[in-house]
């Protein structure tokens, strides 16, 4: 089982820079991939970033560049480190981890709670 705590969101000008963070806590469980996927009002969930446990990393075509995804294994911390902020960025931002358990040798998926990032213009 995993829990995810995002942190890190808020209010940000165009042009300014966020970092998001990830906490995640974990039993039995063995992460494959962790990412970032974000919502905004009236559209689908997305994909910004994600990473995989060999830490090759893989970003929607709207961040690229602009965002940055990495992970502090040894604090079991996911971080989106966000430059270059649009308008188009606001969303709700939700941490996901893909992975097996130790228990049942299935594969979970779960889901943080989501933060809000708005950029205001």
């Known amino acids: 089982q995993v829990q995810l705590v995002e942190s890190g969101g808020g209010l940000v000008q165009a042009g300014g820079s966020l970092r998001l963070s990830c906490s995640a806590s974990?039993?039995?469980?063995?992460?494959?991939?962790m990412g970032w996927y974000r919502q905004a009002p009236g559209k689908q969930r997305e994909l910004v970033a994600e990473?995989?446990?060999?830490?090759?990393?893989n970003y929607g075509d709207s961040v690229k560049g602009r965002f940055t995804i990495s992970a502090d294994n040894a604090k079991n911390t996911l971080y989106l480190q966000m430059n270059s902020l649009k308008v188009e960025d606001t969303a709700v931002y939700y941490c996901?981890?893909?992975?097996?358990?130790?228990?049942?040798?299935?594969?979970?998926?779960?889901w943080g709670q989501g933060t809000q990032v708005t950029v205001s213009s």
């Open positions: 996901k981890a893909d992975g097996r358990s130790s228990i049942d040798r299935r594969m979970y998926t779960y």
């Open positions: 974990r039993r039995s469980f063995i992460i494959n991939v």
């Open positions: 990473i995989t446990n060999g830490g090759s990393t």
